[in-house]
């Protein structure tokens, strides 16, 4: 997998340091290290280890119009089995994780105010922990789901129930494994949460809702495509993984032609969606994936935007293109009265800037929209439409966000007008040496490539009264309640990379070219600041050698992950993390269940504290 962009990349590099993989400092604990009891721990649990076949799951994207929108909270309680499994998303039969047996996985479905039970029993023969990406988990930290952030891994064999109660927010989410990248393995569904405030009303502005997961896709298990790139030297080409196939609602296409020659592979049809003709379908469009963004189009039906991430908002009307990157959602609405019953349009997927893989049907992503009338039986004829003529709403192969001026949310709200804290985040390629002592390439923050310590997570070494180390994880402290800002200058000359932060949405409220100093950012007039109702949403592409600021409020206690979403970008390093009010950390609800997953009892043998795993 060689990277014709590497050569331009090493001459971009600013920041070259060596260091070493897999042999972690100091965590800086002043307490001792727990012993090691593993003769007088219970047996682990017992695991189901048998293989099982994917089963492919419609009812993860078809929202049904008897979901009652309602104020009245509820609970709603889920089952969850992890395990490994054979599937073949786009005819290629690899190994997979799945939830029930299930990929795409399991939809939740909830409105504002229910809470959410998950009983997670875990049969991967590797630890686990789920993230719900976008719920802010407001007195439920512990239970947002990243080992090494806010928990220790859900053992092999072992059970856990993440419990939250979805407040102050509605929207398009997902939930996937925050654990390596085996997100890429098939850890990853739907989250959808309605509201009776949603400005956009069922029967009045969409006739039916649609799910669109979009990701690419890769035929090696997450931890042998870590292991490899690991093991790549640095002058040879970046920890990209060139995608296989693009996948929507789990499916796609693979060229088996290019197949290695003991591989079972199936030739497969894209994939399709059906729509009645003459109705609007609301589509909560979410990327989970890895590595490519994508600019989705489709043919003949101009797309209107109304929701980013979690906040409704106005849009431009007629938007023939929609950037996404990893971790971000769009809800648009088309209206399907551009044909009639049997017509069929491509939806196409072209990558922004990143390469396929062989194999891949160049040169776009597709999949099929198809109109077919109630009782009708659908037809299986290709389309034959043309994309659109405009240019693709991206600038060279790399691919911004619409702009956050194209977008005011519905919900006016502005942003603090003035701060009391801020930090600023430098993101940079870099190297260091692995585990054979061959520089490799990393991903740093302000200058540290994250080392998870993923059985001394963060929110329990807080809740201690400890302070985080330094040289395992970029991370700034914002004392009080107030507004903060964080900068982060993306310095990568060829790299786009797509921010996540968890625990709270922020405002966008400056952009720009190159990278801001310190003492940049402090001259800069308050009217600089677009603090009117600007965009909120959780995850925002920072393109190559660009800023962007992101104003919060900081009145909620905790540790919060600010990441690349990018999985393979996370597995080499590319997090930082955010502690606030941490005085207050010690006081947040941790329950038994939560803290004895840190019970050296539920270490693998071998690990300790100490231990680092990748992202
Ligand atoms: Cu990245």
């Known amino acids: 997998m060689n990277h014709p962009r590497w050569h331009l990349v090493v001459l971009a590099i600013t920041l070259f340091v060596l260091r070493v993989v897999g042999n972690p400092v100091s965590v800086g604990l002043t307490s001792p290290l727990h012993p090691h009891h593993r003769d007088t721990c219970p047996p682990p649990p017992p695991r189901n280890t048998g293989l099982e076949r994917v089963i492919y799951n419609e009812d993860a994207f078809v929202l049904s119009n008897d979901f009652v929108v309602t104020n009245t909270p509820t609970t709603r309680t889920y089952h969850w089995r992890l395990s490994w499994a054979t599937g073949a998303p786009d005819g290629f039969y690899r190994k997979m994780m799945v939830v029930n047996g ?100 069922p029967g009045k502005d969409f006739d039916y809702e649609r799910v669109m997961m979009v990701s690419d896709w890769v035929h090696q ?78 043919d003949n039906h101009p797309l209107q935007i109304i929701q980013c991430d ?123 040496l692995n585990a054979n002592k061959v520089p490799v390439f990393a991903f740093f923050l302000n200058n540290v490539t994250f080392q998870d310590y993923i059985y001394n997570p963060m929110l329990l070494q807080l809740r201690k009264g400890l302070t985080l180390n330094n040289s395992a994880v970029a991370h700034t402290v914002f004392p009080q309640s107030s507004g903060a800002d964080i900068v982060i200058n993306n310095k990568d000359a060829t790299i786009d990379h797509p921010f996540h932060l968890h625990g709270k949405p922020f405002f966008i409220v400056a952009r720009g070219s190159g990278a801001l100093t310190a003492d940049q950012y402090a001259a800069l007039p308050p009217t600089f600041f677009n603090t009117t109702n600007p965009l909120r949403r959780d995850t925002l592409v920072v393109t190559r050698k660009s800023y962007a600021i992101l104003r919060i409020l900081t009145d909620e206690p905790g540790v ?39 019970d050296s009892c539920n270490f693998p043998p071998g690990a300790t504290l100490n231990t680092t795993a990748p992202g």
């Open 310 to 432: 979690d906040t409704p908002v106005v849009g431009p009307s007629g938007i023939h293109r929609v950037p996404i990157a990893n971790g971000e959602r769009y809800d648009f609405v088309i209206d399907t009265s551009n044909g009639k019953d049997g017509d069929a349009f491509w939806i196409r997927a072209p990558f922004c800037s990143q390469n396929a893989g062989p194999g891949f049907p160049a040169p776009d992503g597709l999949a099929i929209l198809r109109y077919v009338k109630e009782g009708s039986i659908p037809g299986h004829n290709q389309p034959t439409t043309s994309d659109w003529s405009v240019p693709p709403l991206t600038e060279g192969n790399s691919c911004p966000d619409l702009t956050s001026n194209d977008f005011v949310p519905v919900q006016k709200i502005d942003a603090p007008k003035t701060v009391q804290s801020s930090w600023i985040l430098n993101s940079a390629l870099g190297s260091l």
């Open 102 to 201: 299930l990929f795409p996985g399991p939809l939740i479905e909830a409105n504002q105010g229910d809470t959410i039970i998950i009983h997670v029993k875990n049969d991967l023969d590797q630890g686990a922990g789920i993230h719900f990406h976008g719920i802010n988990q407001i007195g439920s930290l512990w239970a947002d789901g990243v080992p090494g952030v806010t928990q220790c891994p859900i053992p092999s064999g072992g059970s856990f129930t993440y419990e939250f109660t979805i407040q102050e927010q509605s929207g398009t989410f997902f939930w996937h494994s925050h654990m390596g990248n085996t997100m890429a393995d098939g850890l990853t569904g739907p989250l959808i949460v309605h509201s009776p405030a949603d400005p956009y009303i």
């Open 221 to 298: 298990t997450s931890d042998e495509i870590i292991a490899d790139t690991f093991a790549r030297p640095a002058n040879e080409s970046l920890p990209d993984v060139a995608p296989a196939s693009f996948l929507i609602n789990g499916a796609g296409v693979y060229n088996c032609t290019k197949a290695p020659k003991n591989a079972q592979c199936e030739k497969r049809s894209p994939p399709e969606i059906h729509v009645l003709p003459n109705k609007k379908y609301r589509f909560r469009m979410i990327s989970h994936s890895s590595e490519a963004h994508f600019k989705i189009s489709v």
């Open 560 to 598: 919060f992950a600010l990441h690349c979403h990018m999985g393979w970008h996370l597995a080499h390093g590319k997090l930082s993390a955010v502690v606030v009010q941490p005085d207050a950390i010690p006081r947040l609800a941790l329950p038994d269940e939560a803290a004895h997953l840190c």
